[in-house]
C-alpha cells in the first residue's frame, strides 16, 4: 500500500503529524508512506526513519499535481484541508481521507468565547483520517530527529555545560511572549543556569534579559541554529516556552515542559504538550481570552493581562521542584 501524507504548514501542526506517519508506516504491514510539505518545513521530517520519500511543494501546484500522479498512490491523507489539497484531491483522483478543521464551531469559540471545541489534541484529530486503514494511536510522543552530531562545548559556556533551563522566548507574534521584566523576574528565582532560546527576532530582548540577571543566564537567540536549538531543548533539565514551534518540537524527548499561554488557548488549537510526563500548562482566564486563533502584534485592550496575570510562582515551583 503506497500512502501520501499531506500538510503545507506550519511548524507546530506539521510536527504533530509525526505520529500520524509513524503509526501508518508500522502498522500497515509493507505500507510505503510519502509526506508532502511546503520547502521551508522539510527539516521536520528529515532524518525521520518513518518516511519513505519526502515530496516538496513545487512552484507551481499542477507540477505538485504531476509529481503526485505519477507515484500513483492509493491514498492521500489529507491533513491540511484547504483549496490546494481539494484541488490536488480533485485533479488526482485518488481516495483520500480529510482532517476536519471545524472552521465554524472555531470562529464562534473565538468570537463569542464559547466553548464548542472537544478538548481533544491534534494528534488525536489527525489519526482519525487514517483509523479505516485499522490504524490505531500507539500512545508514543512526536517525533524529531536532529541532524547533527552537536556537542554542548561547543554551543554553552561551562557554567551551563551540566545542568540548566532551555527558556524559549521566541514566538511568532506578540501576543505569545511574555514579557522581558517577566521573564527576568521569573529566571532570577530559578535554582540553575537558563539558556534562552528563540530566533534573530528576539536576541536583542535576551540580551536585555541576560544583561539585567548576569552569569547565570546565557543568551544563545539568534545564535544557534534551529537544530542547534533542538539539541539543547533535548539536554536540558527542563523547559520553558510559549505556543510556538521549539517548545511542540521539544515534547519529541519528554523533559519537564512549563507551556506558558498568553493570548491564544490550547483548548481552541488542541496543541498542548502531548505524551510529556511532566507538564505545567499555565494561562489565566479572561473575559477577552483567547484574543486571536494564532497570535497578534499587540494586545487588542492594551493591559496584556493574559501574560502579565500568569504567577510566577506556578512557574518556579515546578521548574525548581
Known amino acids: ?113 464559547l466553548k464548542l471545541i472537544r478538548p481533544v489534541h491534534l494528534v488525536d484529530r489527525y489519526l482519525k483520517t487514517v483509523t479505516f486503514l485499522g490504524v490505531v494511536n500507539d500512545g508514543q510522543p512526536i517525533d524529531y530527529y536532529i541532524k547533527a552530531d552537536h556537542q554542548l562545548n561547543n554551543l554553552l559556556p561551562v557554567s551551563h555545560q551540566n545542568e540548566y533551563v532551555a527558556f524559549v522566548i521566541g514566538a511568532t507574534h506578540f501576543t505569545k511572549r511574555m514579557p522581558n521584566e517577566k521573564i527576568i523576574s521569573i529566571c532570577r528565582q530559578l535554582s540553575s543556569p537558563v539558556v534562552l532560546l528563540g530566533g534573530n527576532d528576539v536576541k536583542a530582548n535576551g540580551d536585555i534579559i541576560a544583561g539585567a540577571i548576569g552569569a547565570t543566564v546565557y543568551n544563545a537567540s539568534g545564535i544557534t541554529s534551529l537544530d542547534e536549538s533542538v539539541f539543547l ?56 481570552r483567547p484574543c486571536s486563533k494564532f497570535g497578534l502584534e499587540k494586545c487588542p485592550l492594551g493591559h496584556f493581562k493574559c501574560m502579565y496575570d500568569i504567577p510566577n510562582d506556578d512557574i518556579i515551583n515546578f521548574i525548581n521542584k
Open 233 to 288: 531543548v533535548s539536554k536540558a533539565k527542563s523547559i520553558i516556552g510559549f505556543d510556538t514551534g521549539l517548545t511542540h518540537i521539544a515534547e519529541a524527548f519528554d523533559k519537564p515542559i512549563a507551556s506558558v499561554w498568553g493570548g491564544t488557548t490550547p483548548d481552541l488549537l488542541g496543541v498542548q504538550p502531548y505524551m510529556v510526563k511532566d507538564v505545567l500548562v499555565t494561562g489565566v482566564d479572561l473575559p477577552c
Open 1 to 113: 500500500m503506497k500512502i501520501l501524507v499531506i500538510r503545507f504548514s506550519s511548524m507546530g501542526d506539521i510536527i504533530y503529524t509525526t505520529p500520524v506517519v509513524r503509526c501508518l508506516k508500522k502498522q500497515i504491514p509493507g505500507a510505503e508512506v510519502h509526506f508532502l510539505t511546503k520547502p521551508a518545513f522539510k527539516y521536520i521530517y528529515d532524518n525521520n526513519p518513518y518516511v519513505d520519500k519526502l515530496l516538496l511543494l513545487r512552484a507551481t501546484l499542477s507540477a505538485t499535481i504531476n509529481e503526485i500522479k505519477a507515484e500513483d498512490y492509493d491514498y492521500i491523507i489529507d491533513l491540511h484541508n484547504n483549496l490546494r489539497t481539494a484541488i490536488i484531491k480533485l485533479r488526482t483522483g485518488i481516495r483520500s481521507s480529510t482532517y476536519q478543521k471545524q472552521p465554524i464551531k472555531k470562529w464562534l469559540s473565538l468570537k463569542f468565547k
